[in-house]
């Protein structure tokens, strides 16, 4: 019974990873109606990839009720809760993810995060304090914490140096880059700061910091902005070798602040240059009505929606 359910577990992982979140999920139904603990764990991933993160709490919080001495359900239990802003359940959840067994180090430092998450500079820092990385992903892990609490510091040149050491050492992490073009605004150095996080940008436009920087440079002090959700509509186009050009239409959500939806697509268009055709708006919904701080794009959904276009444009 145990090994059939780690088989199964094992094809649940690798549905994940080809993003099959249907077969994963039927798998990890079938885990648990054989008390399994890894079908709740699996579950709640699928939910989280389907981008349902508070159905896939609910399901990690029955998890940790019948397991509560496997780690791995309060670690992604926390991480969730953080990600949705629930800051107070996290915390709850990294502590008792320490007591189930897991490596104390890991359990600090997503403490951590939370606190720098909760703009708790120092507090982030105490659980940093003698941290040990265990191996790559970990001593990024820390790096960013710091690099980040020297930003709500406030302490520019500090933060500076730090995002660009880290950099150096992990230059496929986007984040440094991104706190070194707040660092450089902060700072008095705007032409240098925008440059950077247009850099950041083009690698990943998900980095809050980087579209931070971009929105303080480029955008405009309105009188009555809103905090709009845009859907746009756009084609992007594709080569073969040997093949005529082909199209696939797709559909993207953005989070602008601007006066109206026609302003904010404007907006959006420096982030779309690669589209084939104009952007266009497809629906719009406001979500705030009195915002702070200059106009721009504040989030967007990183994932495209795409399907072969209908027709195809000559060469």
Not at 22 to 37: E, G, V
Not at 78 to 106: I, K, T
Not at 112 to 137: C, H, K, S, W
Not at 215 to 242: H, M, Q, V, Y
Request: with cysteine; proline share 4%; aromatic share 10%.
């Amino acid at each position: 019974m145990q090994r059939a359910s780690f088989r199964l577990l094992t094809k649940a992982n690798k549905a994940l990873q080809n993003r099959n979140i249907k077969k994963a999920t039927q798998i990890a139904d079938r885990l648990i109606a054989r008390q399994y603990s890894g079908g709740y764990e699996i579950k709640a991933r699928s939910l989280e990839m389907n981008r349902q993160t508070e159905e896939a709490i609910a399901v990690l919080e029955e998890g940790v009720r019948k397991f509560p001495g496997v780690f791995i359900l309060w670690s992604y239990l926390g991480e969730y809760c953080s990600n949705v802003e629930r800051y107070q359940d996290a915390l709850a959840a990294f502590h008792q993810c320490e007591m189930a067994g897991d490596d104390p180090s890991y359990s600090r430092l997503n403490i951590a995060i939370v606190y720098a998450r909760m703009n708790d500079a120092n507090t982030a820092l105490q659980f940093l304090d003698g941290l040990e990385p265990r191996n790559p992903e970990n001593e990024r892990a820390i790096l960013m914490v710091h690099a980040w609490t020297s930003l709500l510091k406030e302490d520019w040149e500090l933060a500076l140096e730090q995002s660009r050491d880290s950099g150096q050492r992990f230059p496929d992490c986007w984040f440094f880059a991104a706190y070194e073009a707040y660092a450089l605004m902060r700072s008095g150095q705007p032409q240098m700061a925008l440059k950077r996080a247009w850099e950041v940008v083009e690698a990943n436009e998900s980095i809050d910091y980087a579209l931070d920087v971009i929105r303080e440079l480029t955008g405009k002090a309105s009188n009555n902005p809103k905090r709009f959700l845009i859907t746009i509509d756009g084609e992007l186009e594709f080569k073969k070798r040997n093949a005529p050009r082909g199209y696939f239409q797709f559909c993207r959500m953005y989070c602008v602040q601007a006066e109206t939806p026609e302003e904010a697509l404007e907006y959006i268009r420096p982030f779309e240059k690669d589209a084939a055709i104009p952007i266009t708006i497809r629906d719009s919904e406001v979500l705030e009505h009195e915002c702070e701080g200059r106009d721009g794009v504040c989030k967007f959904r990183p994932d495209y929606y795409l399907r072969r276009a209908r027709r195809q444009r000559g060469s």
